[in-house]
């Protein structure tokens, strides 16, 4: 697995992002808040991570939900998966939504997200006055069935 190394500022050293395993693509981030945050149901929060970075040109970094958030209360991303591009040097952070039931309570460092460093290659649109023929043509949402 490539290692790039990423500056970052960060206001608590312990909400530097970790990797849970030694093979774990995205790296936990932690909530940067010093009170509990609550989510009703239906609700959207804009939780702030305290991170920093210096993300690489050629780039991104991708925020995604925890699927044991998701699984067990209903709490994912709003826009997944959400983008950091290079040149961005803000604080991150994360744009969480309650699917559950039950109002959810945000922690202080608790782990949010997860984050990953994902290359990025630009598109040159190009006008074509057709495109190749494929079996699916342009079937869309459903066509194929939900099973």
């Known amino acids: 697995m490539k290692e ?26 932690r909530a940067n808040i010093t009170r509990d945050l609550s989510i009703e149901p239906g609700e959207r929060v804009l939780v702030p991570t305290g991170i920093c ?12 939900p925890r699927s044991g958030l998701a699984l067990k209360h209903g709490i994912t991303l709003v826009n997944t998966p959400a983008t ?7 604080e991150i952070k994360v744009i969480l939504i309650n699917h559950g039931e039950d109002t959810f309570y ?8 997860q984050i990953l460093l994902a290359p ?18 342009s079937g869309g949402f459903g066509h194929t069935g939900l099973s």
């Open 53 to 64: 970075m210096e993300i690489p040109k050629g780039y991104e970094v991708q925020i995604r």
């Open 4 to 29: 790039i190394d990423i500056p970052v500022q960060i206001e608590d050293e312990g909400c530097l992002p970790y990797y849970g395993s030694k093979e774990a693509a995205g790296a936990d981030v």
């Open 106 to 113: 945000v922690t202080p460092g608790m782990r949010i997200a």
């Open 120 to 137: 990025v290659f630009r598109m040159n649109f190009i006008q074509a006055d057709e495109l190749q023929e494929t079996g699916r043509g």
């Open 84 to 90: 950091i591009d290079s040149d961005y040097r803000g």
